[in-house]
Nanobody, 120 residues
Framework: QVQLVESGGGLVQAGGSLRLSCAAS????????MGWFRQAPGKEREFVAAIRRSDGSTRYADSVKGRFTISRDNAKNTVYLQMNSLKPEDTASYYC?????????????WGQGTQVTVSS
């Protein structure tokens, strides 16, 4: 099993930045990718970004390309999401996830979520 704990959410004005962290524990050797998803009220959860733990390759949703950066520290079993140039439409609960074999869907483990609110 894998446990994921997110942190770093908060309130920020449009144009500002936040950095989210996700710490993984348990059987982390089984993880292929770690990713971030978000869910706004009344909407489905959507993919934001993911990183492959082996070589650091990344994938991003079109809506965040050029603004968000996902990174990893394998020694700490931690993944980060640096969010710059934030927009009100980025407001959502952000969830960390870990997958044994996928990039975009079918994730096996989920964190509890951290709220990001961007004001205008």
């Amino acid at each position: 099993q894998v446990q994921l704990v997110e942190s770093g959410g908060g309130l920020v004005q449009a144009g500002g930045s936040l950095r989210l962290s996700c710490a993984a524990s348990g059987h982390t050797f089984s993880i292929y990718t770690m990713g971030w998803f978000r869910q706004a009220p009344g909407k489905e959860r959507e993919f934001v970004a993911a990183i492959r733990r082996s070589d650091g390759s990344t994938r991003y949703a079109d809506s965040v390309k050029g603004r968000f950066t996902i990174s990893r520290d394998n020694a700490k079993n931690t993944v980060y999401l640096q969010m710059n140039s934030l927009k009100p439409e980025d407001t959502a609960s952000y969830y960390c996830a870990a997958s044994k074999n996928t990039w975009y869907s079918g994730y096996d483990y989920w964190g509890q979520g951290t709220q990001v609110t961007v004001s205008s």
